[in-house]
């Protein structure tokens, strides 16, 4: 009887066809997207789900006994649960890691909109950053359960980003769509050509610090100061960037420095430094034409 | 994050209607709920047709009414798949019991060789076509369960049975498959 019921667990692994799966989905989508708008989940519904499943499974894990003086300690300090400053600066290995990284979960989860969700997704980023620094920096000898770490780290500020990306990917698809649309119904005899924008912006216009290069004014820059410019493009500083850019609701230049944060974040880790701002002042030399 | 977590989350947002969330369940689910129909109707085709109505459906059904009175959203996609397989025999006008195309499915790709493969398929297809010789009620609870790993009271839940109910059915199928098997 127990083979029979492992062969039967076996069917499992019969599965539909990756093709029709995924054109499938792909109807579904427009079947859905094309249907009347949902209504946006609201703040209301969802506080007492999250809270109640978090909670839950963070009670397990408080349950053992040296968090019960952990957690008594930070009851104490009256830093509560959860965004605690109590937690705020912790890394993998500390006891209220844990407390963080529900935090981070439960403000996402009662977060809507796809662009606040890419703040805060950014921002989680950056933390995954400065934990992966202060690993390095607590563990010099980077034994193998160092490099797991900062392994797992790297890997969470990659999926952060992603999901970032993929969110604003959606606004920057919609607003293009809208555009395309408003194009189509302002277009008449009298008035070729006026587009109403609504929130795409131009890749050429994009301007943050790497770019001083294609400045049109005529003013070049020094190869010293590109080096250093260069060096500053660490992920810290992009993430501070593509949330700056973010808040100016530029989503295009938001995704395209979010684009080189993987690149820099592999970079710092395999050079051994993961750094915040750059160390040296950019001197610039400036040749006026 | 732990799957009864991201089930309930789900569920608490295609109350709201919410879009992505729908996408998402669809990622989630599709693999069991076209297997639950692939077993019931055993033809790859057909399956893959009455699959892409139940996601359909289900959206529609969410659209358009309250699914505060589901427990699960897996109970939902499971009652609708159901229903669709019905609707499909009462237009068809012929018995249920079809004989499930044994050689016609698709084996999840885990980097086996092909050899390794043609081997799986075959192991799997002597159960497979036992279960094809099993009544409806059988064949749907074995699926259920081990198959697509329901617990027991999900099942009762699905088929608006007692838990107790399902157990005897359960124990009952597996002995006639056992006979079968011999």
Known sequence: ?289 | MNSGIKEKILFRKLEKKDKDAFVKAYDYYFDDIYRFVYFKVGKKETAEDLTSSVFLKTWDFILNNSISDYKTLRALFYKIARNTIIDYYRKKSTQMEESIDTYNFDIKDEGQDLETKIDLKMDYTQVIEKIGELKDEYREILILRFVNELSVSEIADILEKETGNVRVTIHRALNALKDLMK
Do not use: W
Request: hydrophobic share 35%.
């Open chain 1, 1 to 289: 009887m127990k083979n029979l019921n492992s062969q039967l667990n076996n069917l499992k692994k019969i599965k539909p066809g990756i093709d029709y799966k995924s054109k499938n989905r792909e109807l579904l989508l427009t079947q859905i997207y094309n249907t009347a708008e949902a209504k946006p989940a609201d703040f209301s519904f969802g506080f007492t789900t999250y809270l109640q499943q978090y909670v839950s499974e963070f009670a397990d894990f408080i349950a053992q006994p040296a968090m019960v003086v952990g957690f008594v300690l930070v009851s104490l300090l009256g830093g509560g649960l959860f965004g605690a400053t109590a937690s705020k600066g912790t890394k993998p290995g500390d006891s209220l890691y844990v407390a963080k990284r529900i935090s981070e979960k439960t403000q996402l989860a009662l977060t809507f909109g796809e662009k606040e969700k890419a703040q805060l997704r950014i921002d989680f980023a950056g933390n995954r950053v400065e934990e992966i620094e202060q690993v390095l920096a607590d563990n010099k000898e980077n034994n193998a359960e160092t490099k797991k770490t900062v392994n797992d780290l790297v890997n969470n500020v990659k999926s952060e980003v992603g999901a970032a990306k993929n969110g604003l990917q959606k606004i920057n698809k919609n607003a293009k769509i809208e555009t395309k649309v408003t194009e189509k119904a302002t277009k008449t005899p009298n008035n070729l050509g006026e587009v109403k924008n609504v929130a795409v912006k131009n890749d050429e216009d994009e301007v943050f610090s790497a770019n001083l290069g294609k400045d049109k004014s005529g003013i070049s820059t020094s190869e010293k100061e590109e080096a250093v410019i260069k060096k500053e493009e660490d992920s810290k500083t992009l993430l501070t960037q593509a949330k700056e850019s973010l808040k100016s609701d530029d989503v295009a230049s938001t995704l395209s420095v979010l684009e080189k944060v993987d690149e820099a974040i592999d970079k710092a880790v395999d050079s051994g430094e993961v750094k915040g701002v750059s160390e040296e002042v950019a001197t610039t030399t400036v040749e006026k034409k």
